[in-house]
């Protein structure tokens, strides 16, 4: 459909809601262009939390594996008398 200036100008009100519809065509997409780029990031974010999140968990493993072992041993030294 071809359209023309002389077609607008005979119907003003055609031609603002052609321009409307392309208004809100172009902040759509750009809406969805951001609304991709955020999720990415958030995306990328995510993942480096998760990392970090499976490191403390790794960690507090550690310390807590550690924690037990000298609660074990302060148990053996006051049974022998030694604290």
């Given at each position: 459909m071809k359209l023309t200036f002389e077609q607008f100008k005979k119907d003003?009100?055609?031609?603002?809601?052609f321009l409307m519809l392309f208004?809100?065509?172009a902040l759509y997409i750009r809406a969805e262009?951001?609304?991709y780029?955020?999720?990415a990031q958030c995306e990328k974010r995510l993942v480096i939390?998760?990392?970090e999140l499976i490191k403390m968990s790794r960690m507090l493993k550690t310390q807590?594996?550690?924690c037990s072992a000298l609660i074990t041993e302060i148990k053996i030294y006051k049974q022998?008398?030694?604290i």
């Open positions: 003003p009100q055609k031609a603002m809601m208004a809100v065509s262009r951001q609304s780029l955020a999720t939390c998760e990392s807590d594996s550690l022998l008398g030694k």
